[in-house]
């Protein structure tokens, strides 16, 4: 069987709108910054895929290329990062998750690669009742994306495999790829990182995956 690499955030976990809700009610609050939806969602989109920490300082790095305070980092993070896990304990799978991880189960060996901390990740499949469908889960205390991909090639030899992913770092990873995305304009640069193929939720999924494999 191939393998099918499901991201987590934005893929099966729909945290997404909360993250950058979250997001920008904090940079305003200790940066003093106001920074539109739109703006952090397109942020978020470039700079997510790896770990949360790596996201978020590529995003300070991005408003603030002459320097940010590292002290309010230090002193402020830590009311940012419990909301972050509020919200990752309690969200919910996308509608059509549950049932198509099912069929998928049944001809693909399904792996997790995620910036997420596996706990998190593990948490979140538990609550959802499907943990039992994935063979190997890695989050972003396993090591980078680019180390899953090269252990679940190890894991399994000679089989194909596909990533599929909301961000434009995993389309990168010289892996067969389907992007997801909500907007056009995300599709469009998904598509331009080399995706092999663009879907908007996971219920077509399946259909990508009788063409790419």
């Not at 979250?22 to 470039?46: A, C, D, Q, R, S």
Request: net charge negative; charged share 30%; hydrophobic share 40%.
């Amino acid at each position: 069987m191939n393998v099918v690499v499901l991201d987590c955030n934005g893929v099966l976990m729909d945290s997404i709108p909360k993250t950058i809700e979250t997001g920008i009610e904090w940079l305003e609050k200790f940066f003093n910054v106001k920074i539109e939806k739109e703006k952090l969602e397109e942020m978020v989109f470039y700079f997510s895929g790896g770990t949360f920490n790596e996201g978020f300082r590529k995003i300070l790095e991005s408003l603030f290329p002459e320097g940010y305070d590292e002290e309010i980092v230090k002193r402020d993070s830590q009311e940012l990062l419990e909301k972050m896990e509020k919200i990752h304990k309690e969200a919910e799978p996308f509608p059509e998750v549950i049932e198509v991880l099912k069929r998928l189960a049944k001809n693909y060996h399904l792996v997790i690669s995620s910036g997420l901390e596996r706990a998190y990740i593990e948490g979140f499949l538990k609550r959802i009742g499907v943990i039992n469908l994935f063979e190997v889960i890695y989050g972003g205390d396993d090591g980078k994306k680019e180390k899953h991909i090269q252990m679940f090639r190890h894991k399994y030899p000679g089989e194909e495999m596909v990533i599929v992913a909301d961000s434009l770092y995993e389309i990168g990873l010289g892996v067969k790829s389907i992007g997801v995305a909500q907007k056009t304009w995300q599709a469009q640069l998904l598509k331009k990182a080399g995706a092999s193929a663009i879907i908007s939720s996971l219920d077509q999924l399946e259909d990508r995956l009788d063409q790419l494999l």
